[in-house]
C-alpha cells in the first residue's frame, strides 16, 4: 500500500530539506483518526503499569509479551485476529521468568525470551486457547554482566537469533530450534566496534543488527554506533558482518523490507533509512521526526514496515507520545507524513502491521508512571475509508469509594479523559447516571473541547445517602466514536454505620431499648416533647 494513500495521518503543512536530513515539520495539519477498536488485555490500577511489550503476527493469531512496570511480571497474551477490526483474547499464558522480553514464531511454536533470566523459551500453540510450555534454552548470554537478553528475536530457516548487550561489547546468540522443543545455542556472533546489539530484523539470507555504543562521544563528533549487516548464506554463525554503517546518536530498533532497513535513533529524534541493495558499501538518509510527538523513539517503541510506510514508536516528546509514519517511496529522500496516533503522556510499544489493519500496544510512559493506553491494544485501519477524528479513553477505567459514612463526603478522586485521536473532541456535556447518581459529584476542567493528543480531569467525590453498595456511572456525550462513552462508579457504606429501630417501654414512657444490636455500642439521641435524650 501507497504511503500516501493514508489521508488520516497529520500531514505536514510544508517540509524543508538539508543535506540527507529533512526537516520535521512542526504544526502538522489534523487528520481523521483510524482508531476502529480498543481492547483493554491487561487490566490498569494503582499499582499496574501493564506493557504490551512486543508482538508478531502468524495467521489469525497475534502473540504478545507482556510485562509490569513495577512488578516485572510477564505473560505472553494470545489474541484472535480472524476479525482484524475487532481483536478478541483468546488467552494468557504466564511466562518462566520476570520481564518477557522478546518474541518470535514459527508454525506452531512460539519462541519468548526473558531480560534477567537470559532464557528462551518455547511454547507450542498448536490449541490457541491453551499455549505449553514444551522446552527452553539458557543462552550465553547469562554470563553477561547486566544479565540477560533484551531486544528481539528473528527466525531464519532453522535458526533463532537472540541479541544479547553486554557492558561492553555484545554479541547475538544464535540457537538451533530445528527440533522446537529441544533448542540448542550453537555458537554467537561478537558485535562490532564496542557495541551492544539492540534489535535484529532478517531478510532472505540477511541478518540485521543495529549496535548501539557506550563508546560514542558526542562531543568529538566520535561514534562507533552501526546497523550491521551479516550474510548467513555460508553459516549461520557468520564471523563478521558484510558491512556496517555508522549511525550517531544510538541506533535502537531495526525493520526490514528487501534491501532497506530502517532504524530509529535514541539520542536524537531521527529515523534513518539504509539502502543495503551493495551491502558492502550501505548508503544512510534520515529524516527528522516531529518533536511534538517524538524526541526519543527508545528501544522500547517498535519500527515496523507496511508497504512504503514505516512505522515508528516513541516514548518521549515535548507534548506528547505517539506513532509516526515515514514515507520511504524514495529511500534516498524518507519523507515524514506525520502522527498516526498522537497521546499525552502515553507510550505505544508493539507495532505490528497486519494487511491494511495496524496493531499498537500501550505501555506506561517512558518514566514508569501510568497512562490511558498502558495494557491496551489499539487496531488501526490504513485505508483511506475511516473517517472517525477524536478518541476517548480513561484513566483509570473506573472509580471506587468504600468506607464511606452515611451523610458523609469522601475525598476527592480523579480520573483522566485523554484523546489520542487527531482531532478536537467536543465535549458536548458530563453527567452522572444510574439508580444512586445522587450519591456522586463531579467537577471537571473538561468543558468544550479536548485538542487531539491532549486530556482533561474529572473530580468526583461520594456522599452515600442510604446503606448497601451504591452505584453509578459518569456518562460523556461527545463527537467521539461509541459515544456516549461511560465510566462505572461504586461505593460501599463504612461498618457500622447502620440505624437501630427504637421502641418506646410504654405510651408516655421516656424509656427507650434498642431492637437491634448493630447499634448498641454507638450513642443513641433523640427527642421526645422537646426533651433530648442519649
Given at each position: 500500500m501507497h504511503a500516501l494513500g493514508y489521508p488520516w495521518l497529520l500531514r505536514c503543512a510544508a517540509c524543508t530539506c538539508a543535506a540527507f536530513v529533512v526537516s520535521a515539520c512542526l504544526h502538522a495539519q489534523a487528520i481523521p483518526s483510524?482508531?476502529?477498536?480498543?481492547?483493554?488485555?491487561?487490566?490498569?490500577?494503582?499499582?499496574?503499569?501493564?506493557?504490551?511489550?512486543?508482538?508478531?503476527?502468524?495467521?489469525?493469531?497475534?502473540?504478545v509479551t507482556e510485562q509490569d512496570h513495577v512488578s516485572g511480571n510477564s505473560n505472553l497474551e494470545v489474541i484472535d485476529i480472524s476479525s482484524p477490526a475487532a481483536p478478541a483474547m483468546l488467552s494468557k499464558t504466564p511466562g518462566s521468568g520476570l520481564w518477557m522480553n522478546g518474541i518470535a514464531a514459527q508454525g506452531q511454536y512460539v519462541y519468548v525470551s526473558y531480560w534477567q533470566s537470559s532464557v528462551v523459551q518455547v511454547f507450542d500453540a498448536t490449541n490457541p486457547y491453551s499455549l505449553v510450555s514444551v522446552g527452553s534454552v539458557t543462552t550465553a548470554c547469562s554470563n553477561a554482566p547486566d544479565g540477560g537478553l533484551y531486544g528481539g528475536l528473528v527466525i531464519a530457516g532453522d535458526y533463532l537469533y537472540a541479541p544479547c548487550p553486554t557492558d561492553s561489547t555484545g554479541f547475538i546468540d544464535v540457537i538451533n530450534i530445528a527440533t522446537p522443543a529441544s533448542p540448542v545455542e550453537v555458537g554467537t556472533i561478537i558485535a562490532q566496534n564496542m557495541t551492544n546489539p539492540t534489535s535484529l530484523a532478517v531478510w532472505g539470507q540477511m541478518l540485521y543488527a543495529s549496535e548501539p555504543s557506550e563508546a560514542d562521544n558526542e562531543s568529538l563528533g566520535v561514534y562507533y554506533s552501526s546497523v550491521c549487516a551479516y550474510s548467513l548464506a555460508g553459516s549461520p554463525v557468520p564471523a563478521a558482518p558484510v558491512s556496517c554503517e555508522i549511525v550517531a546518536h544510538s541506533p535502537q530498533n531495526v525493520a526490514v523490507q528487501g534491501s532497506t532497513v530502517a532504524a530509529s535513533i535514541g539520542n536524537a529524534n531521527e529515523l534513518t533509512v539504509i539502502d543495503f541493495s551493495n551491502s558492502a558499501?550501505?548508503?544512510?538518509?534520515?529524516?527528522?521526526?516531529?518533536?511534538?510527538?517524538?524526541?526519543?523513539?527508545?528501544?522500547?517503541?517498535?519500527?515496523?514496515?507496511?508497504?512504503?510506510?514505516?512505522?515508528?514508536?516513541?516514548?518521549?516528546?515535548?507534548?506528547?507520545?505517539?506513532?509516526?509514519?515515514?514515507?520511504?517511496?524514495?529511500?534516498?529522500?524518507?519523507?515524514l507524513l506525520g502522527a498516526v496516533l498522537g497521546s499525552s503522556g502515553n507510550s505505544f510499544a508493539t507495532i505490528v502491521p497486519n494487511g491494511k489493519y495496524l496493531y499498537l500496544g500501550g505501555n506506561p510512559s517512558e518514566n514508569g508512571n501510568p497512562s490511558s493506553t498502558s495494557g491496551a491494544l489499539y487496531t488501526i485501519d490504513t485505508s483511506s475509508g475511516i473517517n472517525q477524528s477524536p478518541y476517548v479513553t480513561f484513566l483509570p477505567v473506573s472509580l471506587s469509594f468504600s468506607s464511606q459514612a452515611v451523610g458523609t463526603t469522601s475525598a476527592t478522586q480523579s480520573m483522566t479523559l485523554n484523546n489520542p485521536g487527531t482531532a478536537t473532541l467536543t465535549i458536548n456535556g458530563i453527567s452522572i447516571a444510574g439508580n444512586n447518581s445522587g450519591d456522586f459529584a463531579q467537577a471537571s476542567n473538561c468543558a468544550g473541547s479536548v485538542a487531539a493528543a491532549r486530556n482533561c480531569t474529572i473530580l468526583v467525590t461520594f456522599t452515600p445517602a442510604a446503606l448497601g453498595p451504591r452505584r453509578a456511572s459518569l456518562s460523556f456525550s461527545d463527537n467521539a466514536p461509541g459515544t456516549p462513552q461511560t465510566v462505572p462508579?461504586?461505593?460501599?457504606?463504612?461498618?457500622?454505620?447502620?440505624?437501630?429501630?427504637?421502641?418506646?417501654?410504654?405510651?408516655?414512657?421516656?424509656?427507650?431499648?434498642?431492637?437491634?444490636g448493630e447499634a448498641a455500642g454507638a450513642m443513641l439521641q433523640t427527642t421526645v416533647s422537646g426533651e433530648t435524650y442519649q
Open positions: 483510524p482508531i476502529v477498536n480498543v481492547l483493554q488485555i491487561e487490566p490498569q490500577g494503582p499499582a499496574l503499569y501493564p506493557s504490551l511489550y512486543r508482538g508478531v503476527a502468524q495467521g489469525s493469531i497475534l502473540y558499501s550501505p548508503v544512510a538518509h534520515s529524516v527528522a521526526l516531529d518533536p511534538t510527538i517524538c524526541i526519543h523513539p527508545y528501544i522500547e517503541n517498535m519500527v515496523a514496515f507496511e508497504g512504503a510506510t514505516v512505522f515508528v514508536g516513541c516514548s518521549d516528546s515535548l507534548d506528547g507520545y505517539g506513532v509516526e509514519a515515514i514515507d520511504i517511496t524514495n529511500s534516498a529522500a524518507p519523507s462508579l461504586s461505593g460501599a457504606v463504612q461498618a457500622g454505620q447502620s440505624f437501630a429501630n427504637v421502641v418506646f417501654n410504654s405510651i408516655g414512657s421516656s424509656s427507650l431499648f434498642l431492637e437491634l
